[in-house]
């Protein structure tokens, strides 16, 4: 067989810089062979060396009292008392979702799912955050079914539930779909595996599924931008094998109960080329691999095939020297492949053997340390001009039937109902509230956990918008009662060699740590997947936040839903009535102009307290944050998951349209009976918090000011009816 | 009473029905390994719980009706022993011949996960005694391959046998199967098979407690 010559041209065709390639060049001081380069350009791209965003993201606060690991290793972990920990990471996979939905979004769901169970942490849900395009763009359909069939087809399989989740329609993501998804799992704190090996002589061990040509290259697809060729990219995405998977992970939670494991490692992207040098490069050390033993699906696969194999459902383990016969016994049980397929050296060097001969010889810190990173040039946008005086339209109680369908603020069951959300029988709180709660098994404890963005308002101003986002993740969790504990994000953006993609880029990840930092929530995972460009043309910057907390007792738990006739409804936190980029300004008045709403972290802060504390206490138990859609959507929503009405007054010295859309934020609905009213107010003020009465939990109708806005059942009708209408659409 | 839930590869409610079963008897039941071959003989109830058993690759059941543990499962539950199969050990049953029928794709070609209502139809077995005839009950149905599905002598015959336990409400069908059939019982009445998760609605803090009915039923029958 000949091995093609490597040349500046087939640097540039693996997606290397020409820089990148002579600095490949120098660090060798000869030219790779094709295999060797090969390792070099999925190392060295984006998706593995975050080299455009590493300087930035080193700026997000990291640390708090329960965080056991931040970021760097395959997922976050938070203690959360008893000896136990939470550990989860939201991932991208929006490329190879757009070219092949069902298999994108599943293979996906299992390379999130893989992180969270190396760690030693059994999945007990499952989050995603999904963006498509205009729901009338031709291909918006087709996405939506693939990717929910995908995301369900795989997590229901593992028997993890899929708890929450968010989708919002743009044509900004025409070309460029976003899937993010979350995965989070639960750990004794005394047995978190770490990806450093450790020790020389060791043996390094593959387990899982057999490697075939799949995959060769996805991270380097994920490090380019887009274009009517990218189709062709089809042989690119991974197929999935969730059948394996569940297996692979019930399998690793065996061996894990003794003490066989030095390090472990999932072959995610770049597979066994970045997990193999990930693991030498924290231990300090070498390894060797004889591709020879790797368990292979297809014949006459090359060396280089092998290191850049994408094939899922593969873990790399470094065993203690003499445990491989035990280790082999629980595979085999679980009719999983095993192989020894090296070990590790003193040498500082990445060595890979093929058929007897050396096919890669590489120094590990060449490829984990030395990859380039770029202090991009960027450009910082100027806010928006203030809106000015927003006239109301003429029928403003006709608004809310339109705006309950509209597309961003539609019910989602058609999606949430194809996911198994109550498998594990610990679901306390379903897919449709603020924040989805799962007990953890056995405890009176629970998780709750929300994906939350506003992409719009990271368009309009990146650091107000990065702040928002990760504010609402909080804010959503102290809604159900729940501490919030710390985030994962996702940072999906455009190209950051163009440098106002790259302000978008620096002005979000800003407003992310400012509001970590004010609200005592760390980031402890995340990704970063940039060039989600389709023929030049960016999507919406698009952080996406996956946000945890922890619940004392799953008892004390608020939920939207009305619950009970002549309840008390009081508004906490301010109302300017903030109309810029609000969705009733861009889908009732089509303008999608102003300011976003500013966030005020102090008063985030303190009314998030508040509100945790009600609920703690056994005050309230009816919570709803004011988001997208603002006040009345709240309400809707609250009327609509109740199947109970109400009646409300807006204040005076604030326009009806804009105190009831305005999508002003550090604002909850809460609900009570009378006799705790003065006592709340009472309490609110001593904390600062504002209160308004708006009204009463009363009848079937929204009445609003006197005057009915719709019956419950309409609303809901309209409501329910937005998305599976549209997937029905012939 | 001594129960066992048969754990095939890939089955994901094992633990659920264990718990379930635990919550109702106060004893925790055994965990049987599909590749072992025999079966104890103390049993007095044998689950097959939810799943994706050899990930639904061929027909949802079919691999799982060949494993070895079943070849004495059949043995025993011909013998009398009784067996509840949940979800995808229903469609195990079916492809075992114990039970008639199988279960097609759902009508959606969606998987669909809900809660729904039931009606109970039968109450003369150890599995339903304690709900009342025509009961409207809400347990939910996770599934993608739910659509009960037999020719029509054969559905003639379990209805004129008393063999439907449990129907969807009307309108509630979440999956267009025949009849609204969710639930069907063996000739001699000791074997059930269900698509909906009774395991998960046994537990007020899920929001659902009809089917802790059918576990005080089994409890009390096989006591």
């Given at each position: 067989?000949?091995?093609?010559?490597?040349?500046?041209?087939?640097?540039?065709?693996?997606?290397?810089?020409?820089?990148?390639?002579?600095?490949?060049?120098?660090?060798?001081?000869?030219?790779?062979?094709?295999?060797?380069?090969?390792?070099?350009?999925?190392?060295?791209?984006?998706?593995?060396?975050?080299?455009?965003?590493?300087?930035?993201?080193?700026?997000?606060?990291?640390?708090?009292?329960?965080?056991?690991?931040?970021?760097?290793?395959?997922?976050?972990?938070?203690?959360?008392?008893?000896?136990?920990?939470?550990?989860?990471?939201?991932?991208?996979?929006?490329?190879?979702?757009?070219?092949?939905?069902?298999?994108?979004?599943?293979?996906?769901?299992?390379?999130?799912?893989?992180?969270?169970?190396?760690?030693?942490?059994?999945?007990?849900?499952?989050?995603?955050?999904?963006?498509?395009?205009?729901?009338?763009?031709?291909?918006?359909?087709?996405?939506v079914a693939?990717?929910v069939a995908?995301i369900g087809g795989?997590g229901n399989c593992?028997g993890?539930p899929t708890v929450?989740g968010?989708?919002?329609?743009?044509?900004?993501?025409?070309?460029?779909?976003?899937?993010?998804?979350?995965?989070?799992?639960?750990?004794?704190?005394?047995?978190?595996?770490?990806?450093?090996?450790?020790?020389?002589?060791?043996?390094?061990?593959?387990?899982?599924?057999?490697?075939?040509?799949?995959?060769?290259?996805?991270?380097?697809?994920?490090?380019?931008?887009?274009?009517?060729?990218?189709?062709?990219?089809?042989?690119?995405?991974?197929?999935?094998?969730?059948?394996?998977?569940?297996?692979?992970?019930?399998?690793?939670?065996?061996?894990?109960?003794?003490?066989?494991?030095?390090?472990?490692?999932?072959?995610?992207?770049?597979?066994?080329?970045?997990?193999?040098?990930?693991?030498?490069?924290?231990?300090?050390?070498?390894?060797?691999?004889?591709?020879?033993?790797?368990?292979?699906?297809?014949?006459?696969?090359?060396?280089?095939?092998?290191?850049?194999?994408?094939?899922?459902?593969?873990?790399?383990?470094?065993?203690?020297?003499?445990?491989?016969?035990?280790?082999?016994?629980?595979?085999?049980?679980?009719?999983?492949?095993?192989?020894?397929?090296?070990?590790?050296?003193?040498?500082?060097?990445?060595?890979?053997?093929?058929?007897?001969?050396?096919?890669?010889?590489?120094?590990?810190?060449?490829?984990?340390?030395?990859?380039?990173?770029?202090?991009?040039?960027?450009?910082?946008?100027?806010?928006?001009?203030?809106?000015?005086?927003?006239?109301?339209?003429?029928?403003?109680?006709?608004?809310?039937?339109?705006?309950v369908a509209?597309?961003?603020?539609a019910s989602r069951r058609w999606i949430w109902e194809q996911y198994d959300y109550s498998v594990m029988a610990d679901t306390v709180q379903a897919p449709g509230g603020?924040?989805a709660?799962?007990?953890?098994?056995?405890?009176?404890?629970?998780?709750?956990?929300?994906?939350?963005?506003?992409?719009?308002?990271?368009?309009?101003?990146?650091?107000?918008?990065?702040?928002?986002?990760?504010?609402?993740?909080?804010?959503?969790?102290?809604?159900?009662?729940?501490?919030?504990?710390?985030?994962?994000?996702?940072?999906?953006?455009?190209?950051?060699?163009?440098?106002?993609?790259?302000?978008?880029?620096?002005?979000?990840?800003?407003?992310?740590?400012?509001?970590?930092?004010?609200?005592?929530?760390?980031?402890?995972?995340?990704?970063?997947?940039?060039?989600?460009?389709?023929?030049?043309?960016?999507?919406?910057?698009?952080?996406?936040?996956?946000?945890?907390?922890?619940?004392?007792?799953?008892?004390?738990?608020?939920t939207v839903a009305f619950k009970?006739?002549?309840?008390?409804?009081?508004?906490?936190?301010?109302?300017?009535?903030?109309?810029?980029?609000?969705?009733?300004?861009?889908?009732?008045?089509?303008?999608?102009?102003?300011?976003?709403?500013?966030?005020?972290?102090?008063?985030?802060?303190?009314?998030?307290?508040?509100?945790?504390?009600?609920?703690?206490?056994?005050?309230?138990?009816?919570?709803?944050?004011?988001?997208?859609?603002?006040?009345?959507?709240?309400?809707?929503e609250?009327a609509m998951a109740g199947g109970l009405g109400?009646?409300?007054?807006?204040?005076?010295?604030?326009?009806?349209?804009?105190?009831?859309?305005?999508?002003?934020?550090?604002?909850?609905?809460?609900?009570?009976?009378?006799?705790?009213?003065?006592?709340?107010?009472?309490?609110?003020?001593?904390?600062?918090?504002?209160?308004?009465?708006?009204?009463?939990?009363?009848?079937d109708?929204?009445?609003?000011?006197?005057?009915?806005?719709?019956s419950v059942a309409e609303l809901r009708d309209a409501h329910e009816a937005w998305l599976p209408d549209l997937m029905a659409h012939? | 009473?001594?129960?066992?839930?048969?754990?095939?590869?890939?089955?994901n409610c094992?633990?659920d029905a264990?718990?379930a079963?635990?919550?109702?008897?106060?004893?925790?039941?055994?965990?049987?390994?599909?590749?072992?071959?025999?079966?104890?003989?103390?049993?007095?109830?044998?689950v097959l719980p939810g799943g994706f058993?050899?990930?639904d690759?061929?027909r949802c059941g079919?691999?799982?009706?060949?494993?070895?543990?079943?070849?004495?499962?059949?043995?025993?539950?011909?013998?009398?022993?009784?067996?509840l199969g949940i979800c995808n050990g229903f469609q195990i049953l079916c492809?075992?011949?114990?039970l008639p029928g199988v279960l097609m794709r759902n009508a959606s070609l969606r998987f669909v996960c809900k809660p729904v209502a039931l009606r109970v139809e039968e109450t003369q077995s150890l599995f339903t005694r304690r709900f009342k005839r025509g009961e409207e009950i809400k347990i939910p149905v996770a599934h993608g391959d739910g659509n009960y599905f037999a020719d029509e002598?054969t559905l003639d015959r379990i209805e004129g046998e008393g063999r439907v336990a449990l129907r969807y409400a009307p309108g509630a069908n979440p999956n267009g199967a025949a009849r609204d059939i969710a639930g069907i019982l063996s000739?001699?009445r000791?074997i059930l098979g269900l698509m909906p998760h009774p395991e998960r609605a046994a537990d007020a803090e899920l929001g659902l407690t009809d089917g802790s009915k059918m576990f005080a039923s089994i409890?009390?029958?096989?006591?």
């Amino acid at each position: 067989m000949t091995v093609p010559m490597v040349s500046l041209e087939t640097a540039l065709a693996h997606g290397l810089s020409a820089d990148e390639y002579a600095k490949i060049e120098d660090l060798l001081g000869r030219t790779p062979n094709v295999t060797e380069l090969g390792i070099f350009s999925v190392m060295w791209s984006e998706h593995c060396s975050y080299k455009s965003s590493r300087i930035w993201l080193k700026t997000l606060p990291t640390e708090g009292p329960r965080v056991i690991q931040g970021p760097g290793e395959n997922a976050g972990v938070v203690d959360i008392g008893d000896g136990e920990a939470v550990v989860f990471k939201m991932e991208s996979h929006n490329h190879p979702s757009f070219i092949e939905p069902y298999q994108g979004a599943a293979t996906g769901v299992g390379g999130i799912m893989r992180d969270v169970f190396t760690m030693g942490a059994r999945p007990v849900a499952m989050a995603n955050a999904l963006r498509f395009g205009a729901p009338d763009h031709p291909k918006t359909r087709h996405l939506v079914a693939g990717v929910v069939a995908g995301i369900g087809g795989y997590g229901n399989c593992m028997g993890v539930p899929t708890v929450a989740g968010e989708v919002n329609f743009d044509p900004a993501y025409n070309g460029n779909i976003l899937v993010n998804a979350m995965c989070v799992g639960i750990a004794n704190t005394d047995r978190i595996f770490l990806s450093e090996a450790k020790g020389v002589g060791n043996p390094v061990v593959y387990v899982g599924s057999k490697t075939g040509r799949d995959g060769i290259h996805g991270a380097t697809m994920a490090s380019a931008e887009f274009d009517e060729a990218s189709e062709e990219k089809r042989p690119t995405v991974q197929v999935g094998d969730p059948f394996t998977e569940k297996l692979l992970l019930e399998a690793c939670l065996e061996l894990m109960q003794s003490d066989a494991i030095i390090a472990i490692q999932d072959m995610g992207a770049a597979g066994l080329t970045s997990s193999s040098a990930e693991m030498a490069s924290k231990g300090g050390l070498g390894i060797e691999l004889d591709l020879d033993h790797v368990p292979q699906r297809e014949t006459h696969m090359t060396a280089y095939e092998m290191m850049l194999s994408e094939s899922q459902e593969r873990m790399l383990v470094v065993l203690k020297p003499g445990r491989e016969k035990q280790a082999k016994k629980i595979f085999d049980k679980w009719g999983i492949d095993f192989a020894v397929i090296g070990r590790t050296t003193d040498t500082g060097r990445m060595v890979v053997r093929h058929q007897g001969r050396i096919e890669a010889d590489l120094p590990v810190s060449a490829l984990a340390d030395a990859a380039p990173v770029y202090e991009r040039p960027y450009v910082e946008r100027k806010p928006p001009a203030p809106l000015g005086e927003i006239e109301p339209p003429a029928d403003l109680k006709a608004t809310l039937k339109r705006m309950v369908a509209r597309p961003d603020l539609a019910s989602r069951r058609w999606i949430w109902e194809q996911y198994d959300y109550s498998v594990m029988a610990d679901t306390v709180q379903a897919p449709g509230g603020d924040a989805a709660v799962v007990r953890v098994h056995g405890r009176r404890k629970g998780l709750a956990i929300t994906t939350d963005v506003t992409p719009r308002y990271c368009r309009a101003d990146p650091y107000e918008g990065g702040k928002q986002a990760v504010a609402e993740a909080w804010r959503n969790l102290s809604a159900v009662g729940a501490l919030p504990l710390a985030f994962t994000d996702n940072l999906n953006f455009g190209n950051p060699q163009k440098p106002e993609i790259m302000g978008e880029f620096v002005g979000c990840v800003k407003g992310l740590g400012d509001a970590g930092r004010a609200l005592d929530f760390p980031v402890v995972s995340g990704n970063c997947s940039l060039y989600n460009e389709t023929n030049g043309a960016g999507i919406l910057p698009t952080p996406a936040i996956g946000g945890v907390g922890l619940l004392r007792d799953v008892a004390r738990m608020a939920t939207v839903a009305f619950k009970r006739a002549d309840e008390v409804i009081v508004l906490l936190g301010e109302t300017h009535g903030h109309l810029g980029q609000s969705i009733f300004l861009r889908d009732e008045l089509g303008r999608s102009d102003g300011p976003p709403p500013p966030v005020d972290l102090e008063a985030e802060k303190r009314n998030g307290d508040f509100v945790r504390g009600l609920v703690a206490d056994g005050h309230v138990r009816t919570v709803h944050d004011c988001s997208d859609g603002g006040l009345i959507l709240a309400l809707a929503e609250m009327a609509m998951a109740g199947g109970l009405g109400c009646r409300i007054e807006t204040p005076a010295g604030i326009a009806s349209h804009a105190f009831l859309y305005g999508e002003d934020q550090a604002r909850y609905v809460v609900c009570m009976t009378a006799d705790r009213m003065t006592a709340l107010v009472a309490a609110a003020r001593e904390a600062g918090v504002p209160t308004t009465r708006l009204g009463l939990v009363e009848g079937d109708h929204i009445r609003v000011n006197g005057e009915d806005w719709g019956s419950v059942a309409e609303l809901r009708d309209a409501h329910e009816a937005w998305l599976p209408d549209l997937m029905a659409h012939p | 009473m001594k129960s066992a839930v048969v754990v095939f590869p890939a089955s994901n409610c094992d633990r659920d029905a264990a718990v379930a079963l635990q919550r109702a008897t106060g004893k925790a039941p055994r965990m049987l390994w599909h590749a072992e071959t025999d079966v104890p003989d103390d049993l007095d109830l044998i689950v097959l719980p939810g799943g994706f058993s050899f990930g639904d690759y061929l027909r949802c059941g079919a691999m799982a009706a060949h494993s070895p543990i079943m070849r004495d499962i059949v043995r025993r539950a011909r013998a009398g022993t009784p067996v509840l199969g949940i979800c995808n050990g229903f469609q195990i049953l079916c492809e075992t011949g114990l039970l008639p029928g199988v279960l097609m794709r759902n009508a959606s070609l969606r998987f669909v996960c809900k809660p729904v209502a039931l009606r109970v139809e039968e109450t003369q077995s150890l599995f339903t005694r304690r709900f009342k005839r025509g009961e409207e009950i809400k347990i939910p149905v996770a599934h993608g391959d739910g659509n009960y599905f037999a020719d029509e002598e054969t559905l003639d015959r379990i209805e004129g046998e008393g063999r439907v336990a449990l129907r969807y409400a009307p309108g509630a069908n979440p999956n267009g199967a025949a009849r609204d059939i969710a639930g069907i019982l063996s000739e001699n009445r000791r074997i059930l098979g269900l698509m909906p998760h009774p395991e998960r609605a046994a537990d007020a803090e899920l929001g659902l407690t009809d089917g802790s009915k059918m576990f005080a039923s089994i409890l009390e029958a096989l006591p």
